[in-house]
């Protein structure tokens, strides 16, 4: 069965703090791999998209790094400000038109 | 601007009151699908279609409808709903199918809905 697993659950970060998110999968087979950032109440909204080939993407303060190997991918976010609390979802594309999630990392930024 | 509409944001409603909400993209895409979102269990999907008049089930598809008549417009209606149907839904669109290129998925805003 297909399945993303992301660490932590969630964090708190002090503002202007580095942090790293974590997204295991073990979709096959596996053609790309998406970060999403969903504020409060709203819906996703694309951070990055990483295919088999690239191993690291940035988006502003945001990096993302992918280990096709392992099967592992992290979402690192710099300089956090208070407009990154959010939830982050990791997305793994399987077979037959279906998108498996992650259950999301909630990160609060605190000032 | 390119964007998924829903509506409404927010709806209360009784226990076995039919309820359509709504889903309209304005880009064109050929799949669209349905998910509810319920706390610690990430976004699960009800329906999807892949174009019009080609609809499939999704991993919670029980107690849900959908219908495709036109390309733009991918409504789920609840004939019966019941609270555990309570939930945050998120209608998607994207114009790559497969999912295998650098095409985004673009999400509409949510609807709330509870069941009492």
């Known amino acids: 069965k297909n399945q993303v697993e992301q660490s932590p659950q969630s964090l708190i970060i002090l503002e202007g703090k580095n942090c790293t998110l974590q997204?295991?999968?073990?979709?096959?087979?596996?053609?790309?791999l998406r970060w999403y950032k969903q504020d409060t109440g709203r819906g996703p909204v694309s951070l990055t998209i990483m295919t088999f080939s690239e191993n690291t993407k940035s988006n502003g303060r945001y990096t993302a790094t992918l280990d096709a190997d392992t099967k592992q991918s992290s979402l690192h976010i710099t300089a956090s400000q208070l407009s990154d609390s959010a939830s982050y979802i990791c997305?793994?594309?399987?077979?037959?038109?279906?998108?498996?999630f992650g259950a999301g990392t909630t990160v609060t930024v605190r000032a | 601007e390119a964007q998924v509409t829903q509506n409404p944001r927010y709806l209360i409603t009784v226990t076995g009151k039919k309820l359509t909400v709504t889903c309209s993209q304005n880009?064109?895409?050929?799949?669209m699908s349905w998910y509810r979102q319920d706390p610690g269990l990430g976004l699960r999907q009800i329906y999807y279609?892949?174009?019009?008049?080609?609809?499939d089930k999704g991993d919670v598809p029980e107690g849900y409808k959908v219908s495709r008549k036109e390309k733009r417009n991918f409504p789920l209606i609840l004939e019966s709903p019941s609270p555990n149907q309570t939930s945050l839904y998120f209608c998607?669109?994207?114009?790559?199918?497969?999912?295998?290129?650098?095409?985004?998925?673009?999400f509409g805003s949510g609807t709330r809905l509870t069941v009492v």
């Open positions: 997204c295991n999968y073990t979709v096959s087979p596996f053609s790309n």
């Open positions: 997305v793994v594309p399987g077979g037959s038109y279906k998108l498996s």
């Open positions: 880009m064109n895409h050929e799949y």
């Open positions: 998607a669109s994207t114009q790559g199918a497969g999912f295998s290129g650098g095409d985004g998925y673009t």
């Open positions: 279609s892949m174009n019009v008049e080609v609809t």
